[in-house]
């Protein structure tokens, strides 16, 4: 079975106390993750080291939300891949919808962050995703396709196994409209569908792809039972404790 991942975004959110105290109250529930599941934390660039030092016995482990895609230089207020690998950090989040949209990041800035991270040892969590007007014009497979090819499809197989994948529907995010695990899965399908046609079925198969629009409790088990939703990219949930250890326990076993 491929990787399932349940991926707690924070965001900017959270003073260091609340962090340490959600953290540790997730970490008290003592969840026995089967083989193929990890839970990992993309919590703001002060708490990195902390938060990577305290889930450690626990097996999780901790992402950024964000890089460079520069490997140094004088770029003020920026953070290198290289300067997270160093301190021991194994995921990285690379085009986020809100950095695509409010940082107007581009396919080639998220490819030369793709690059880096490979190139550093970290594990890339992609997103791709389509927003409201798109959606509408029913013209969202071919703006999903055209993200993946123009920051995955250079490419080797054996690079695009060291990713993972996580749609979000930006048109079902604080619109008030609601994504049905119908259209994730029929989303996710596609996804994997495109990365077959470039590398194979057998490394689609391989692909572990996060659902990233709005996922809860409530929810986590219709999604994650999804034949092609290998766990959540998780927002407002995973700042709440209870909410997220019930989307961990929702994963594939």
Not at 8 to 27: F, V
Not at 95 to 121: A, M, P, W
Not at 203 to 216: E, H, M, N, P, Q
């Amino acid at each position: 079975m491929r990787q399932q991942i349940a991926a707690a975004n924070w965001k900017m959110n959270l003073g260091l106390d609340g962090a340490k105290s959600l953290l540790s109250d997730i970490l008290k529930e003592d969840i026995a993750l089967a083989e193929q599941q990890q839970v990992i934390f993309a919590v703001p660039f002060p708490y990195l080291m902390l938060a990577n030092e305290q889930v450690q016995k626990a097996g999780y482990a901790i992402a950024a939300q964000n890089c460079s895609n520069k490997k140094s230089g004088a770029y003020t207020g920026e953070t290198s891949v290289e300067m997270l690998q160093s301190i021991g950090i194994r995921y990285c989040i690379v085009g986020h919808s809100e950095r695509r949209e409010y940082y107007h990041e581009t396919n080639q800035i998220l490819k030369e962050k793709v690059d880096l991270c490979l190139e550093q040892g970290l594990v890339p969590i992609f997103c791709c995703g389509e927003a409201l007007e798109i959606r509408e014009k029913g013209t969202e497979n071919d703006f999903v396709r055209g993200q993946l090819e123009e920051s995955l499809f250079h490419l080797t197989a054996e690079q695009l196994k060291k990713i993972v994948i996580a749609y979000e529907p930006i048109w079902a995010i604080g619109t008030g409209k609601t994504a049905t695990a119908e259209q994730a899965q029929q989303m996710h399908a596609f996804i994997r569908s495109v990365l077959a046609g470039k590398w194979g079925q057998n490394v689609a198969d391989d692909i572990t792809i996060l659902y990233g629009g709005s996922v809860k409790a409530s929810n986590a088990q219709e999604l994650f039972s999804s034949p092609d939703v290998d766990g959540g990219l998780v927002g407002g949930a995973s700042l709440n404790a209870p909410e997220f250890i019930a989307i961990i326990k929702a994963l594939k076993k």
